[in-house]
Each structure stands twice: as C-alpha cells, then as structure tokens.
C-alpha cells in the first residue's frame, strides 16, 4: 500500500503563525458560533480542529481550499490572517 511522505510544514518556522485569527474570521464568514460547527462545515473532526487551533497540527492545504469555497475568502488573505506574509514566486 501506498503511504504518503508526510513533511514538516514550513507554517511550524514562522514566528507569526497563529491560526486563530483565521478560524475566528471563517466561523464569522460562514455564521458559525462554535469550533465544532466549523469543523463540520470543513468535514473534518472536533479534535482535528482543536489540533489546528493549539497549533499542534498545521492548517493543511485541502482544509485551507475547503475554506477558500466556504467562505469566499482569496488564499492570499487567509495566509495573512495566520500570519504567512511569505512573498510568493
């Protein structure tokens, strides 16, 4: 069976990486009031989501598209609200 490499997630070396505040900005986009309302509405676990808040586990590309369709919000806006200011090439 075929098991992905997982890397590190270059999120983990910035020092301004909060997810907080993008959470905070989604749950106020789409009217959710809870973090377990968000996780359903990005179809992933209540302990997924509170890994992602206490920043135990990166805020992962599929979850950070899943965000972008539920909310409307550019990819570029949502990296700067977890505090990604990294210049793309």
Not at 23 to 47: C, W
Not at 54 to 73: C, F, Q, T, W, Y
């Amino acid at each position: 069976m075929f098991k992905p490499m997982k890397i590190p997630s270059p999120l983990y070396e910035l020092e301004s990486y909060d997810p907080v505040p993008l959470l905070d900005a989604i749950s106020l986009a789409i009217s959710v009031k809870s973090d377990n309302a968000l996780a359903k509405a990005l179809g992933i676990t209540q302990g997924a989501m509170s890994k992602i808040r206490n920043k135990h586990k990166p805020i992962s590309a599929e979850v950070l598209l899943r965000m972008h369709d539920i909310s409307g919000l550019s990819i570029r806006h949502m990296r700067i609200l977890m505090g990604d200011n990294r210049r793309l090439f």
